[in-house]
Every structure is written in C-alpha cells, then in structure tokens.
C-alpha cells in the first residue's frame, strides 16, 4: 500500500502513469482542500476535481483541470449578464458576515455566482452541484468524494485531507485574498506579504487519511506552501509524516520551477525557491527523488531522473524513480 498527497498539477501527473509500479487497488491519494472555495452555493474543490477526472479518463491533460471537451454555457451567460448589467467581475465575496454564517465547510472562502470569476464547464458543474447537494443532505466531503469516485470509476481511493474547513488565504500589502482570487482572479501577480491557513487550528485530518498515512507516503511535484502546507497544518497529519517513511519528488530543477506560483509563495514564507528550499520545507521526508539536471546536495538520500512529465511513460519514469527512493528510504 502507498499514499500520495496531491495538489492539483504534480501528483496527478505522476499518478497519470504510476499504474505498473504503483497499482491503483493498492494506492491512496489525499488532495489538498485548502484551494476549495464556494461558488454561488456550490462546493468546488479544484484539486480533488482534477483527481476525479483524471482517475475517470475524462481530464482536460492541456489544462490538468476541467473535464476534457466541457462546454461551458453558464458560464458564459454569467459573465454575459453581468457585462450587459455592467456588474464589475469580481471575484465577489459574499459580505463579511456570511463568511462564517453559511455552509460550515465553506468558511472564508465563499464566492457569489455573479459573473462568475473562475471558469466553471456545465458537466463540471454538475460534479460541484451534486457534492454540494449531498454535502446539505448530511454527508461528510470523504462520503461525497467516495460517491463521485464511484461514479467516475476512478481506480484508487481519494481521501480529501479533512472534513473541516481550511482556506489557504493570502496576505499582501492591501488586503488578504483566498487563494482562488490570488492565482485565478489576479493572475498570481499580487505581492504576497504571508499565507495563512485559516481554520487549521481547529480542524482534524480524518481516521482514514490518518490510517493512510501510516503507509509509505509520496509527495509528488507539489507547491510545498499551498498544496502540502494545508495538511502540514493540521498537527496530527504532521506527527504521522515524522513518524513514516517520506519520499519527495521535487518540483524544481535546482532554482527553477517547473510552473505555478511555488517561488513567490516558498520566497514569502522564508524558504530558498529551489529544491534546496523545498527538501527545509518537508524536513519530515527520507528521500528525495531529483531531476537529472538537478545537483543539489541534500542532507538526504537522493535518487536522479528525467523529472519533467509530459505522457504516461514520462511519469512511469519518475514512478520508477520513486520506488528507488522507498527502497533506500525505509
Ligand atoms: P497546483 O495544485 O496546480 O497549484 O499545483 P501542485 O501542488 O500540484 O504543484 C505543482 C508543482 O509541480 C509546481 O510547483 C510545478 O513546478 C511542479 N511541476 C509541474 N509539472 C512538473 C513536472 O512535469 N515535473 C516536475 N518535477 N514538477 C512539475
């Protein structure tokens, strides 16, 4: 058995074609939820989406979100609306108070419909509307995630990392924003003083992701701030990371990112943007898995590879890589 925590991008490359070293009946993947937000009542939950579609065949790989060939007529209708209404795009929150007022799980991070910021396809929505509506009817967020896992046939088992709210929200110089407005709606452009997981304090890693950790556990190239950091935020997922054996692929090549906002966000939290910051990010990790290219010395031991993921045979690659890593790591 073997867990992998996943953000939105990275790991799911990786599991895109870990199937020979890593069997899917023998995996678990547990997403990050701190990216979550409510979107005109509905739950959307970007990163345990993507897990979704990719595990059903159906993922948009250009994009590595959405569903592959979605129309997207609502959404264009609410920006449409809005245009013609000449209502600003927002994103728009919905007033201070209902921040805390409304569905638990979507504390601090509750979004109107109106003109609708992020992009949202019809059959996605769909997906968004059904958790929302058995999320109301009572239903935790790892029941619901095991009920759409069933209906995508997706082959392993998906655990987001919490039933309780956290919201990965960021601090600039102005204003504090969640992440979604950061990365969706400025473009990931706004200076980032700090980031905070709100919630976390108070919130609990659930039994099952508590009882997967107790596995072999791979971080695949992730945004070590606001992917893996939500979970490292709530203390007992961190205590199981000390406790088990921990292999990282990185998402780096030395001082360059592959893609997305991990620099600013590594810098703005005290870390060297490198690999070299990342492996003082996860100091819970046993072995790292680097690109070939990469000669960081770490204080680890290290495996090398072709890191970049394109196809099903990249991530094979990197799969096997990583399977080295568990070896000299346990
Ligand atoms: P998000 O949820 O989309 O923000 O992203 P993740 O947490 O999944 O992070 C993706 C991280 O993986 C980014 O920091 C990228 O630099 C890195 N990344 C993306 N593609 C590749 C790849 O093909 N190989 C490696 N090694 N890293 C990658």
Known sequence: MVTFLSGG?????LLAGSDDVFP?????????TGDDIELGGSLVCPDLDTL???GGDELDRDLWWGIEGDTANTHAEL???????GIDGGPRYLPDDQQTGGRRLARWRRFSAVAEFMHIGDRDRAVHLTRTGLLDEGASLTDVTATLTDAFDVPWRLL?????????????PETTM???????????????????FRGAADAEPTEAVLDALSDPVVIGPSNPITSIGPMCALDRFRDRLDETTVVAVSPFVENTVFSGPA????????????????AEAYPFADAF??????????????????????TPDDADRVARAVASALEVAE
């Open 9 to 13: 991008t990275g790991t799911p490359k």
């Open 178 to 196: 969640h992440f979604q407005e950061f990365w969706v709606g400025r473009d990931g452009e706004p200076t980032i003083e700090s980031v905070e």
């Open 289 to 310: 898995v680097l690109d070939d290219a990469d000669g960081t010395a770490l204080d680890r031991p290290v495996v090398r590879t072709d890191t970049s993921m394109d």
């Open 52 to 54: 979704i579609f990719l």
């Open 79 to 85: 920006q449409e609306i809005a245009d013609r209404a």
């Open 24 to 32: 899917a009946a023998e995996t678990t993947v547990v997403a990050n």
């Open 160 to 172: 987001p990392m919490s039933d309780d709210p956290v919201a990965t929200l960021i601090h600039t």
């Open 263 to 278: 620099d600013d966000l590594m810098r703005a939290e005290g870390y060297e943007a490198s690999t070299a910051g990342v």
